[in-house]
């Protein structure tokens, strides 16, 4: 591959960090928002997806800056511990949730940030599958399915918020939690194999 294209490459690839990172950084203020009005357990969940993606982002740009093997083994590491701690938390709050019977508010907000990050994130992820095998870059290529994953569970939480605040079925909301403990913990396993 010739250097300019390699360099045109990663100039694409930090963008589409860059991208990833605003949009989550903006969408914790809005999920910390909608999930404390609404009490919902998804909401919050995946405010803290949200968090692990800003820190997959910022580790991908770190790795990006040199892409020495023992960097990718490290940012592995990292963006896998991350969703480890994602599955752990989420599954201890889903299970309170429903053997409490908590029943969250509807949440205008979350349905539409939701339904807005799930096509935001299925066309970054995309960008990132792309670029990062046109580079070679195994953490590229990840992080593009981390956020393809943060995609499928903006769509599990907005189906949860849906079926909540159109039917009344309260559960639904904790159980669009455990939709996002078992892609963590699918995740977490696939970033910690490399």
Same mark, same amino acid.
């Given at each position: ?36 009005? %609404? ?6 969940? #995946?405010?803290?997806?949200? &968090?692990?993606?800003?820190?997959? !982002? $910022? @580790? =991908? +740009? ?12 490290? %940012? ?6 991350? #969703?480890?701690?994602?599955? &752990?938390?989420?599954?201890?709050? !889903? $299970? @309170? =949730? +429903? ?35 046109? +580079? ?59």
């Amino acid at each position: 591959m010739a250097a300019v294209d390699r360099q045109q490459l990663l100039a694409r690839g930090r963008l589409l960090e860059l991208v990833t990172l605003g949009w989550n950084v903006v969408g914790i203020v809005v999920l910390a928002i909608a999930a404390v009005s %609404a009490r919902s357990v998804a909401l919050a969940g #995946f405010g803290l997806d949200s &968090l692990i993606e800003i820190g997959a !982002s $910022t @580790v =991908v +740009l770190w790795e990006l800056a040199d892409v020495a093997e023992k960097r990718q083994l490290r %940012a592995m590491r990292l963006i896998g511990g991350a #969703f480890v701690a994602l599955a &752990l938390y989420l599954a201890v709050q !889903s $299970t @309170v =949730v +429903l053997v409490a019977g908590f029943h969250p508010r509807h949440s205008a907000l979350g349905i539409v940030w939701t339904a807005v990050t799930a096509g935001a994130m299925f066309l970054l992820s995309r960008g990132k599958a792309r670029t990062g095998a046109a +580079l070679e870059n195994a953490v590229l290529r990840i992080e593009g399915r981390v956020t393809f994953v943060d995609g499928i569970l903006a769509s599990a939480v907005l189906l949860g918020l849906v079926f909540n605040a159109a039917l009344g079925w309260w559960w639904a909301d904790p159980a669009a939690g455990y939709v996002l403990v078992y892609y963590g913990a699918r995740e977490a396993r696939v970033a910690l194999a490399h």
